[in-house]
Structure formats: C-alpha cells, structure tokens
C-alpha cells in the first residue's frame, strides 16, 4: 500500500508540467529560506526597540521608508529586464540575453550614481528634524541619513542579480541571498545590543551594509558558475536595447511610483501626525501581518516569469489553470489571517511583551489590507508577467491620488489614528482590485481586447 502511494505521488510529479513543476520547487525553496527571514525579522523587532527605544526606533523606520522611497525610482529597469530576460531565455537566445543584463546594469548604475549625487548636494537642505519630528541631532540625522541612501542606491544597483534570477525562474537563490542579508544583520544587530549604547548611527550602518556585501559576494561566485551565461559585461552593454527594456520599463516604474506612495508614505504620514512613536506600534502590526504577505508573495513571485514564457509559447490552457490554482491560494490565505487576526493579542503578548500597545482595531484593518493587497498581488502576477500594464498603469495612478488625503481624513480628521492610515491604503487598492481582477481573467481566457489587452 505504501509502495502504491509512493508510486502514485512520484507519477503525480511526472504527469506535472514542468514549468508548473519549476515554479513549485522554487516555492517549496523560498518558503523554506523566507520562514528563516520572516523568523529574523520578528526577532529584530524586540532587540531593536530595546536597543534604541520606541521613539528613536520609529525615527529609523521612517528613515528607511523615505530613503527605499526615493531609491525606488529606478524607471522601470529591473522589471523590464525581468520580462525581456525571461523572453530571450525562452527563445534560447543567450546573446541577446546576456546584452539585456549587461545593458540593464550600465542604465542602472548610471540612474544610481546621478541619485547618490543630486542626493549628497540636496540633502543637507531638508530640514531633517521637522520632516521627522523627531528631537535627535541634526547633524547625526544628516550623516545617518547620508549613509543610508548612498547605500541604497549600491544595493539597488547589485539588486540587479535578483531580477537575473527571477527572469530565469530561479526565485529561491534570490531568496537565499536574501536570507543570508537578514542573518549577517540579526548577528550584528544583536553585537550592538552587547558592545554599544542606544547608536543610531551603528544600528543604520549594520542594517544597510550587510545586504551590500552579501550581494557582492554572491554576484562574485554566481557569475563566474551557475549565471556565467549571463555574465554582464561593459563591453556588451548596448543602449540601442535600453528602449527594448524602458518600452515596458517605463510603465513599471510609474506603477512603481504609486506603489511607493501607497506602501512607503505610511510611516513618514504616521510620523507627522502622531509622533514617531505611533510609527513602532503601527510596525510591530504590519510587521506580524506582513509575514503571511511575504509568505505568499514567495509562492506566487515565480509565476511572473513562468506566465511570461507561458505567453510567448501561446500557452494559454496553462495560463487558464495556473491562475485558477493561484486564486485557490488566496482563499486559503484568508482564512490564514482571519486566524491571525484572531489570536492576534496573544502572539503579541508573547512576542512584544509591553513594549508596545497594539488595538485589536488596528489589528483588523492591517488583516484586510493584507487580504486585498495578496488578492493584487495574484491579479498583477499574470498581468505583469504578460505585460499588459497599461490599465494598471492609469489605476495606480488613481490609488496614489487618492491615498494620502484619505491617509489624513481617516487618520488624524476622523480621529482613527494609524488605523485609518491603514485603513486609506486598502480603500486605494479596492478599484485596482475590481477592475484587475476582471482584466486578469480576461487575459486568462483569450477573451482580452482594447486597453484590457495593452
């Protein structure tokens, strides 16, 4: 009987097809190093706060939301190269693949050298204290600051290596490097917490330098074996191609755009309304939800590019079934976080402590907006991998208009607090959820005409 089974699963396997195959095996390795960064990232949050305190805690957070907020302007380049990547690996075109890497990182680190420098010229002109609202020393803000989006701007550019590795439906080493980023910063957060006092300055440093080396060294070993197809090289780097990577890139990046004023102007909104304070708790909240997020994020992240060669081979009975079976997934995810929501002030009982005081309201709110923001997540996944954006382009547009009046009417007019800020996000995201559901399924079955197929 045991044999039978055994015999059952492994033909099960074989009658898989084997793009659906790549993808779940790269979901089952994702899952299994992105629970070791979700674990991490849990545990940084007591250390930290008792490190530095909850105020000046919630000053970094807002840091590092401004700085990522900045940095994410990238025009388009990665997810460009994402697609265009996945297209000439599907053709078996290894040139022509290995001049998109090449190229993409020659526009990239071009677009981050001019950021690093209009940012060191610029930045000592903001008036850091008041943005932040916070009463730490201008001058140490400033070099804090500095350092930060300097050393965003490299990691954005070594970022590079990710999309290489998901254009090529290889989402879990990306996710390993990732992880290993998460260890070196817990290893030396926790040193800080035994060899130093309360240091900004030393908490910023560790937090945006392990990534950078991490990255150096995998793109180092990675390049010269397993991508050594992909290798860039200056002398392959063609700008007549970089329109090839904008045409789409560009409407990435102003998707991206919104979604940099829709995820990352929480904390600086929170911060100027109710203290930096009310940033910690409104992040212990987010950072709990956020885990059943990034947990679905993995296993959806590998059918970007899995749909992308599905459409250049003109699969379409495969696109049909895989985004059946993702959808599937988000039922499930549901019913994940209304367990969550659940048992929510017991696990922050045992994982906070006292530190921070979390309101079961926030707590709901947070859970629905993780329930619109994965059903999004599913629809822009077959959208983005068939790079049909351009009515997702138009509906970001609406959700980033909309989203911090509301952040305000919700949050500090009727009296909501962080909750209505949470509260704004999700109700932006609604029409983007309606109406990409419908192109999504359109696209899904060939019945996608007009601006649902552009």
Excluded at 2 to 25: D, G, Q, V
Excluded at 308 to 329: G, V
Excluded at 385 to 398: F, H, M, N, P
Aim: glycine content about 6%; proline content about 2%.
């Amino acid at each position: 009987m045991k044999n039978a089974s055994i015999a059952a699963f492994r033909e099960r396997i074989r009658a898989t097809h084997p793009r659906t195959r790549k993808a779940h095996l790269n979901t089952l390795f994702g899952l299994a190093v992105k629970g070791g960064g979700i674990i991490i990232s849990l545990v940084l949050v007591p250390l930290t706060i008792d490190y530095l305190s909850k105020e000046t805690y919630g000053t970094w957070l807002t840091i590092s939301s401004i700085v990522t907020m900045i940095a994410l302007f990238d025009i388009g380049v990665g997810n460009g190269l994402r697609n265009k990547l996945s297209e000439a690996v599907t053709k078996q075109d290894m040139t022509l693949a290995r001049v998109y890497v090449s190229t993409a990182y020659a526009i990239f680190g071009l677009l981050q050298t001019g950021f690093s420098l209009l940012f060191i010229v610029l930045f000592s002109y903001i008036p850091w204290q008041k943005l932040l609202n916070t009463s730490i020393d201008n001058e140490q803000l400033q070099l804090i600051i500095l350092m930060t989006a300097v050393s965003m701007a490299v990691k954005m550019l070594l970022d590079i290596l990710s999309y290489v590795l998901f254009a090529i439906q290889d989402s879990g080493l990306a996710g390993f490097i990732n992880l290993l980023s998460n260890i070196v910063i817990l290893v030396g957060t926790y040193l800080l917490t035994k060899f130093s006092n309360a240091n900004l300055f030393y908490l910023g440093a560790v937090t945006v330098l392990s990534p950078i080396v991490v990255l150096l060294i995998s793109g180092f070993v990675l390049y010269r074996n397993k991508l050594n197809m992909y290798r860039p090289s200056l002398k392959l780097a063609d700008f007549q191609y970089a329109k090839s990577l904008l045409s789409l890139g560009y409407k990435f990046f102003f998707i991206q755009m919104a979604v940099v004023v829709l995820f990352y102007t929480d904390n600086l909104i929170i911060t100027q309304l109710f203290g930096p304070a009310e940033v910690t708790t409104y992040n212990v909240a987010f950072r709990y939800f956020n885990s059943i997020n990034t947990v679905f994020a993995i296993v959806i992240t590998p059918y970007w590019s899995a749909f992308t060669e599905a459409y250049a081979k003109s699969d379409l009975n495969w696109i049909k079934q895989t985004y059946r079976y993702l959808q599937k997934l988000w039922v499930g995810l549901v019913i994940v976080v209304i367990l969550m929501i659940t048992v929510s002030k017991s696990i922050y009982s045992i994982w906070i402590g006292d530190r921070v005081n979390i309101s079961f309201t926030l707590s709901v709110c947070m859970g629905i907006f993780v329930i619109i923001s994965c059903w999004n997540s599913v629809t822009v996944t077959i959208i983005n991998g068939l790079g049909k954006v351009k009515l997702q382009l138009y509906l970001s547009a609406i959700a980033a208009l909309i989203n911090i009046p509301l952040s305000i009417f919700f949050g500090k007019t009727l009296g909501l607090g962080s909750s209505g800020v949470i509260i704004a996000t999700s109700f932006s995201l609604l029409i983007g959820s309606v109406i990409g559901g419908l192109q999504a399924w359109k696209l899904s079955t060939g019945k996608a005409t007009g601006i649902w197929d552009k």
